[in-house]
């Protein structure tokens, strides 16, 4: 029972917003939306998380919408290293799971 | 910037060795994983700790046994390695508290003939 629905894949060209769509629309009031990526061959990376509000930090943006129904990653200035699958999920800290599961995520896919 | 390391990028070993997978981090967490990560099967959780000489059992902790002796170092153990333990294996850490941000380190990528 997946949790989030994202699309398989995107591109963007370089130096451009990438802008992630994730739809989440079972979660409960405790869960907060987190994004990773992982580029090829490499581990998981966090990227950003929240639970109401939207977010930024150096990496990228997290807009929620007031429902909190659906979130988007944005990416405000593509790069070539962004190519990536970007996963989002969603997790009550306080339910003490402490797995992380990943769906099948968004390919990312940053054009020249 | 947290940083997890991991004592090999590619292990190749033969059936019945016995294998020490290393990870350590270097941000003073208390909680650390290790998950391998198989393709259309996703990342699946083996072993976790939350403290030193703490440990507790994922989804597939079968064949494999952990040791954490010092906070910043956690070993994973495959007591007689088997072609089905073939996969990349990930390491992660993280902080006490409600934080669900877990740092990876590079993988380890195992092969068992």
């Known amino acids: 029972d997946a949790k989030t629905t994202q699309p398989p894949s995107m591109d963007c060209a370089e130096g451009r917003a990438a802008n992630l769509p994730c739809n989440h629309s079972t979660i409960s009031g405790n869960e907060y939306v987190y994004w990773y990526r992982q580029i090829h061959s490499q581990g998981p990376q966090y990227i950003i998380h929240?639970?109401?509000n939207n977010e930024t930090n150096e990496m990228a943006s997290l807009i929620i919408t007031e429902d909190r129904k659906s979130s988007t990653l944005i990416l405000p200035h593509a790069t070539l290293r962004d190519t990536a699958v970007y996963y989002c999920i969603v997790i009550d800290p306080n339910f003490g799971n402490e797995k992380l599961t990943f769906g099948t995520g968004t390919r990312l896919t940053i054009i020249p | 910037d947290v940083k997890v390391t991991q004592s090999s990028r590619y292990l190749v070993k033969r059936t019945g060795e016995k294998v020490f997978l290393e990870c350590v981090q270097d941000?003073?967490?208390?909680?650390m994983f290790w998950y391998r990560q198989d393709p259309g099967l996703g990342l699946r959780l083996i072993y976790f700790s939350y403290d030193v000489k703490m440990k507790e059992k994922g989804d597939i902790p079968e064949g494999y046994s952990v040791s954490r002796e010092k906070k910043e170092r956690f070993s994973l153990i495959l007591e007689s390695a088997s072609t089905n333990q073939t996969s990349m294996y990930l390491c992660?850490?993280?902080?006490?508290?409600?934080?669900?941000?877990?740092?990876f380190g590079p993988g380890t990528r195992l092969t068992v003939t």
């Open positions: 929240g639970l109401k």
């Open positions: 992660a850490s993280r902080g006490a508290g409600v934080a669900y941000e877990q740092y």
């Open positions: 941000m003073d967490h208390e909680n």
